[in-house]
T-cell receptor, first 116, second 110 residues
Framework: NAGVTQTPKFQVLKTGQSMTLQCAQD?????MSWYRQDPGMGLRLIHY???????DQGEVPNGYNVSRSTTEDFPLRLLSAAPSQTSVYFC???????????????FGEGSWLTVV | KNQVEQSPQSLIILEGKNCTLQ??????????LRWYKQDTGRGPVSLTI?????NTKSNGRYTATLDADTKQSSLHITASQLSDSASYIC?????????FGAGTILRVKS
């Protein structure tokens, strides 16, 4: 059971380039989300999805796009990378809404992105 | 504004010693409070989940306490081990939204 798998682990981009961070889960979870983690700050929600075909914005969505064509996959696209997007990105999944009591949230290993 | 403040920012203790990490929050109303452990270079892993009506929840050597009246929580680690070196993150949930603290970095020395 792989859980939540993110790729790539590390990436360096030039300003203006685009790229996609991949996220896949094998637990048949409906709820998936993307967070970014910056030094001295708590994780912040970028985008989330409550099921295939349904996505919504989180706290810091600007500069990012998502889609959810299958239950398993939830890729995050950076449209035109900026240095402010240098961060560690975490994908997460859970059986239902992430705030529900008794609902464990599973995080991926993280993707370290540097934009120069 | 909904906020979660953790203290201290970092802490160094000797192996075998106990320690307590603090979490103060202004989130209201909240449905549950969670503590996560995040090893260096890894994603957060859940330690405990407590509702507003629970005062304490244990997971092995980890014991979380909650005082909903004062909006404070603590995570107590007993008989620390080298493997406890990590960042510990307090998360407060309201509705379906999570508010993350910045974490306390714990280093356990031999």
């Amino acid at each position: 059971n792989a859980g939540v798998t993110q790729t790539p682990k590390f990436q360096v981009l030039k300003t203006g380039q685009s790229m996609t961070l991949q996220c896949a889960q094998d637990m048949n979870h409906e709820y998936m989300s993307w967070y970014r983690q910056d030094p001295g700050m708590g994780l912040r929600l970028i985008h989330y999805s409550v099921g295939a075909g349904i996505t919504d914005q989180g706290e810091v969505p600007n500069g990012y796009n998502v889609s959810r064509s299958t239950t398993e996959d939830f890729p995050l696209r950076l449209l035109s990378a900026a240095p402010s997007q240098t961060s560690v990105y975490f994908c997460a999944s859970s059986y239902s809404g992430q705030g529900a009591l008794g609902n464990t949230i599973y995080f991926g290993e993280g993707s370290w992105l540097t934009v120069v | 504004k909904n906020q979660v403040e953790q203290s201290p920012q970092s802490l160094i203790i000797l192996e075998g010693k106990n320690c307590t990490l603090q979490c103060n929050y202004t989130v209201s109303p909240f449905s549950n409070l969670r503590w996560y452990k995040q090893d260096t270079g890894r994603g957060p892993v859940s330690l405990t989940i407590m509702t507003f009506s629970e005062n304490t929840k244990s997971n092995g050597r980890y014991t979380a306490t909650l005082d909903a009246d004062t909006k404070q929580s603590s995570l107590h680690i007993t008989a620390s081990q080298l493997s406890d070196s990590a960042s510990y993150i307090c998360v407060v949930v309201y509705g379906n939204k999570l508010v993350f603290g910045a974490g306390t970095i714990l280093r356990v020395k031999s």
